[in-house]
């Protein structure tokens, strides 16, 4: 590793911590302004003062705001997180621990689809630039993005659930399967293939189509729309005519030199898209009763679990934040004209 790209690499790692900061003191102030109480979320409408109080004490909430703060930091810190406010006072880190992998296991696949097929459907349609194929891959592009997550998938569960049954309609792992099945990581794939249980790795990658495909699909139409624009760009520069002029064939002139040349932008989409996966997960996650981060939260917020969801956010800021970094290291690697 070079000494710039060493020092680039520490820049970009420094310059995470303030961000990360100052995105989790915002979600720490924001859920004390909000309306509601955890406690009383807890205890219901019938909860007395001194009830409140006693519950309030043992979990630090009377203390003044600026101590609240200075301790949360230092649990972020030390990745301890505390426990959370309501439903059992569990070990926060513990939870995040089942619910983590659930998400990501949801979410590489999910990448991994919009990157691949709206890479390669948006160079297919460059190369068919205002012929038929054209013109339909750019309006299913338009169509697809412009459904809301939770709206596709359901569609998707009337069709490939209710009325074909082919598929699983909700969670992770059939129930009759769960009760015997051990996942020490909480990758059910990975476990599944580790303790050689076909029969679970079946039904995980079931459960795992549907919520994966509208997820992956719901980003699409942003990347075949960038890598045709970049594609058609690229393929009025210099270096494609050269490379016409010298005999290489079409194909490989436009799938080899031409769509490299378009990685940067789509490189940098990608990272961004990244964040908005794990936004989307939410939604995704709730529509397909998915055991993991994104319901997680949604559940903490609605109970006003001050340190659950504040442990929650600060995980997808440090995702998001590494995510970040790496892209930018494959720049490098991608393109040698970039220099740290």
Do not use: C
């Not at 459960?207 to 075949?224: K, Q, W």
């Not at 393929?235 to 290489?248: C, K, L, M, P």
């Not at 006003?304 to 790496?326: E, H, K, M, P, W």
């Amino acid at each position: 590793m070079s000494s710039s790209l060493r020092n680039f690499l520490i820049t970009r790692a420094l310059l995470t911590i303030p961000m990360v900061l100052i995105l989790i003191t915002m979600v720490f102030f924001i859920m004390r302004i909000l309306p509601g109480d955890p406690i009383r979320s807890e205890l219901g409408p019938k909860a007395t003062e001194e009830q409140v109080e006693i519950i309030a004490e043992r979990l630090g909430l009377n203390k003044p705001l600026y101590q609240q703060y200075y301790e949360f930091l230092w649990q972020m810190i030390t990745l301890d997180f505390g426990n959370a406010l309501t439903m059992g006072e569990r070990p926060i880190k513990d939870e995040l621990a089942e619910k983590l992998p659930a998400t990501i296991e949801l979410t590489i696949p999910a990448m991994l689809f919009t990157a691949f097929f709206g890479i390669f459907a948006g160079a297919y349609a460059a190369k068919k630039r205002k012929k038929a194929q054209d013109y339909g891959i750019r309006l299913f592009s338009i169509a697809i993005y412009s459904i809301p997550i939770f709206v596709m998938g359901l569609i998707f569960q009337i069709i490939f659930s209710v009325r074909l049954n082919i598929l699983p309609i909700a969670g992770r792992l059939d129930p009759l399967l769960l009760v015997t099945f051990e996942s020490p990581t909480n990758f059910y794939i990975i476990d599944s293939i580790l303790t050689q249980n076909w029969a679970a790795l079946r039904s995980t990658i079931a459960h795992l189509i549907l919520p994966a495909l509208t997820l992956g699909l719901a980003l699409t139409g942003v990347f075949i729309r960038l890598t045709r624009v970049n594609m058609i760009e690229a393929q009025e520069s210099d270096f494609i005519t050269a490379g016409r002029a010298r005999g290489i064939p079409e194909n490989k002139l436009h799938y080899r030199h031409a769509l490299r040349n378009t990685f940067i932008p789509i490189l940098t989409l990608i990272g961004l898209q990244f964040a908005i996966l794990l936004a989307g997960a939410v939604l995704t996650e709730t529509t397909f009763s998915w055991p993991g981060m994104g319901r997680y939260l949604v559940t903490r917020i609605q109970l006003r679990d001050y340190n659950a969801v504040q442990a929650t956010i600060g995980v997808f800021a440090l995702f998001v934040a590494v995510i970040s970094v790496v892209m930018d290291v494959l720049y490098a690697f991608i393109d040698p004209r970039i220099r740290y």
